[in-house]
């Protein structure tokens, strides 16, 4: 039997990390979040307890618990366990309260960490390597007409990034891998853009154990801008774009919030940073939060009558030229700092 203290221990651990664990596309909505694909259901916090409530569903409520009880099949121990992380066998009520608070919210956080190991680093790779090398076949010339001919991406930089696509299997449809990685070149996480025509489908999906949390930087260094997006494919065309004359910083989602030592390094080793966060109410809700934590900044998403993104617009603007715009207009607006 599970105690009344774990329970409630597990009620009050990490929902939303759990969730983008699991591969949920959330966005930060005020206090809490919602999800991307249905923006009907919001998960807040009251009381230190992480609550759901789903609007279009009769607004209806329910705590961390039953969320993954109705919507990820579990039952109610493998529920608990996995907000707790940990199993929840022999797990008595000393042992539980022996333990300090940081110290269950780093158990907690450990579901964070699997990328750092070497086996998911190792079988991460080899599936990233699979991906490649289906781009070679009939599945792959449909996934490289999608990225050329709706994201604006070349051959070159399709293969500099390592994308790729895995085929439809059992009830999953086919999808498009985008391995994203570190500044050190260790590989943070796989996302995967899904093919399916179910409009239940989520779009994006994590490849489990990846990390959700850690922005994934494109030719970043001390000597030039970066633009922060929130999309890694347009994180790409950006770079493809622009060469060298600008670094990229891709969230991956609004819910993403920059740790300090990043917060740090953007504020004291980057010249300065362009916001390109999206047009979109989670965009441009996230462009305020950056603008609070950044000290040399322009907010410049792209043009809106165009677009939401980079990815809707290169058809319709010139992504070199808004880059290049982007950065004199930084620099003529600091004129004092630059030219004095």
Same mark, same amino acid.
């Given at each position: 039997m599970i105690s009344k203290e774990i329970i409630e221990a597990a009620k009050r651990a990490n929902f939303p990390g759990v969730l983008m664990s699991l591969g949920v596309e959330l966005e930060v909505n005020g206090k809490g979040y919602q999800l991307i694909e249905h923006d009907s259901l919001k998960i807040f916090q009251k009381n230190e307890i992480w609550l759901y409530k789903w609007w279009s569903k009769g607004g209806e409520v329910g705590d961390s618990i039953q969320y993954l009880q109705r919507y990820h099949n579990m039952n109610f121990p493998q529920a608990v366990s996995l907000l707790l992380n940990r199993s929840i066998q022999n797990l008595g009520h000393q042992e539980y309260f022996q333990k300090k608070s940081n110290e269950v919210d780093k158990k907690d956080c450990q579901r964070n960490k699997n990328w750092q190991t070497k086996n998911w680093q190792v079988r991460s790779e080899r599936l990233v390597l699979y991906g490649k090398n289906n781009m070679s076949n009939s599945l792959g010339e449909k996934y490289i007409?999608?990225?050329?001919?709706?994201?604006?991406?070349? %051959?070159?930089?399709?293969?500099?990034?390592? $994308?790729?696509?895995?085929?439809?299997? &059992?009830?999953?449809? !086919? #999808?498009? @891998?985008?391995?994203?990685?570190?500044?050190?070149?260790?590989?943070?996480?796989?996302?995967?853009?899904?093919?399916?025509?179910?409009?239940?489908?989520?779009?994006?999906?994590?490849?489990?154990?990846?990390?959700?949390?850690?922005?994934?930087?494109?030719?970043?260094?001390?000597?030039?801008?970066?633009?922060?997006?929130?999309?890694?494919?347009?994180?790409?065309?950006?770079?493809?774009?622009?060469?060298?004359?600008?670094?990229?910083?891709?969230?991956?989602?609004?819910?993403?919030?920059?740790?300090?030592?990043?917060?740090?390094? %953007?504020?004291?080793?980057?010249?300065?940073? $362009?916001?390109?966060?999206?047009?979109? &109410?989670?965009?441009? !809700? #996230?462009? @305020?939060?950056?603008?609070?934590?950044?000290?040399?900044?322009?907010?410049?998403?792209?043009?809106?009558?165009?677009?939401?993104?980079?990815?809707?617009?290169?058809?319709?603007?010139?992504?070199?030229?808004?880059?290049?715009?982007?950065?004199?207009?930084?620099?003529?607006?600091?004129?004092d700092f630059y030219y004095k």
């Open positions: 007409r999608y990225l050329k001919d709706i994201r604006g991406l070349t %051959l070159t930089t399709i293969k500099k990034y390592d $994308l790729g696509c895995l085929p439809a299997k &059992k009830n999953m449809s !086919s #999808k498009l @891998v985008i391995p994203c990685y570190s500044s050190k070149g260790e590989l943070i996480r796989v996302r995967f853009r899904m093919n399916g025509s179910n409009p239940q489908e989520r779009k994006y999906r994590l490849l489990k154990g990846s990390n959700f949390d850690k922005p994934y930087p494109l030719s970043i260094s001390t000597k030039k801008p970066v633009i922060i997006v929130e999309s890694d494919l347009d994180g790409m065309l950006i770079s493809q774009e622009s060469g060298e004359k600008i670094g990229v910083l891709c969230l991956g989602s609004t819910s993403v919030r920059l740790q300090p030592d990043v917060i740090n390094y %953007l504020n004291k080793r980057i010249p300065f940073v $362009l916001i390109g966060m999206d047009n979109d &109410k989670s965009g441009r !809700s #996230k462009s @305020v939060e950056l603008k609070s934590q950044l000290e040399n900044y322009l907010d410049w998403p792209v043009v809106e009558v165009f677009g939401n993104d980079p990815g809707e617009v290169w058809k319709k603007m010139n992504i070199k030229l808004w880059i290049e715009f982007g950065i004199k207009k930084y620099k003529t607006s600091n004129r």
